[in-house]
């Protein structure tokens, strides 16, 4: 079967290209013919542009000239940091032709899954993004959304919930990412829709081995800092001391317009997604704020530990369903005791976890 994946491909952001990297592998594994739909995101593009439009437009003109400066000085790691992430997209996805508009998708295909990520998010897509609403001719292909997302459901009113339910009919199969959107679909649209794993957590370690690249450190503790949470450094550190290496090793995609020194860790800037991975498999420990810092973690069966912020809820559903509860801490905490992850048990569960996903992708592509 040929099918075509809409997700944020082109995202600066490691879950989102790893998410689809993963959900590429999966299907080809199963023996199809894949594409990832190069469909090129506009506010995703205006990201990786020095002098947005959008920007100053959102900003105002005042607010817009000191970002601008800022990210001017900046410039040298953005550039270095949209160079790997364009790396990644072409030597490690299947692209189809380039896609600017709903009218330039491509056809020929069986299915199109639609995720997964949060690309049904009104606020993050600006609106209801007309490409991953599947607003464009079907010519034979069955629609089917795989984990997606719609970010915070508490921020869609009664019209917003309207629109999704005259929007969502045209799917011939609905999955989603979250058990509360699943439900919500349910009240506000009566849609029946099945709960799936993110794409990350279908595969095993070796389809990131292949491509993870070996750090220079050794024996370090991996921060991802996400939220830029300045305890969460702090935790970070004192799980180091503990664990017996002082190093600590920071993690980010994006470099910060800000410059903020912090003398507990070492940061690194613009790393690839081919070493975001390595960081990870390579670890003594991993700390973060990000769900996908876990999942991957989890994925190797790395030691780590999740810091509980505004949105955690996500990663704390996961660690609570794999009976790591205890790995949610606040970065407040003080580290007292350091247990090992049971591997064997986390396995079993993960195990039980992946069948409706691995399912419901066998339902929809026979």
């Given amino acids: 079967m040929k099918i075509g994946i809409l997700t944020f ?7 989102a290209v790893l998410q689809c990297y993963a959900l590429q592998h999966y299907l080809q594994e199963k023996g199809h013919d894949v594409e990832v739909i190069d469909y090129r995101i506009r506010f995703i593009e205006e990201q990786k542009k020095l002098l947005s439009k959008t920007e100053l437009r959102r900003r105002g003109f005042v607010p817009f000239l000191k970002y601008f400066f800022a990210r001017l000085l900046a410039w040298p790691a953005w550039r270095e940091t949209i160079n790997v992430f364009h790396h990644f997209m072409v030597s490690q996805l299947h692209l189809s032709p380039r896609a600017a508009t709903a009218a330039d998708i491509p056809t020929g295909y069986d299915c199109i899954l639609f995720g997964s990520d949060q690309i049904w998010s009104p606020k993050l897509c600006r609106g209801f993004n007309p490409v991953f609403w599947g607003e464009f001719e079907k010519h034979g292909a069955r629609f089917v959304s795989y984990a997606a997302s719609i970010g915070e459901i508490s921020e869609l009113d ?22 509360s959107l699943c439900l919500a679909l349910q009240e506000h649209c009566g849609v029946s829709a099945t709960v799936c794993l993110d794409p990350t957590l279908l595969v095993d370690a070796t389809v990131f081995d292949r491509i993870a690249i070996r750090p220079e450190e050794q024996d370090y503790v991996f921060l991802f800092n996400v939220l830029d949470d300045p305890a ?7 799980l180091a001391n503990r664990l017996g290496t002082s190093v600590v090793i920071k993690g980010q995609a994006k470099p910060q317009l800000k410059s903020r020194r912090d003398k507990l860790v070492t940061l690194r800037e613009s790393m690839s997604p081919e070493e975001f991975l390595g960081y990870i498999k390579y670890a003594r420990c991993i700390v973060g704020n990000s769900f996908h ?16 912020s505004r949105r955690s809820g996500r990663v704390e559903g996961l660690l609570g369903s794999l009976g790591l509860a205890d790995r949610i801490v606040a970065a407040t905490e003080p580290v ?4 090992s992850i049971n591997y064997k048990a986390v396995g079993e569960r993960l195990a039980v976890m992946r069948l409706s996903s691995t399912q419901f992708i066998t339902n929809q592509t026979v």
């Fill in 232 to 238: 969460a450094s702090q935790f970070a550190h004192r």
């Fill in 158 to 179: 009664k019209s917003g919930w309207l629109a999704v339910e005259q929007r969502i009919k045209v799917f011939d199969a609905v999955s989603v990412r979250e058990k």
């Fill in 336 to 339: 007292d005791m350091i247990s």
């Fill in 293 to 308: 810092v876990i999942a991957l973690s989890i994925v190797f069966q790395k030691e780590c530990y999740a810091l509980k």
């Fill in 9 to 15: 491909h082109n995202a600066l952001n490691y879950g």
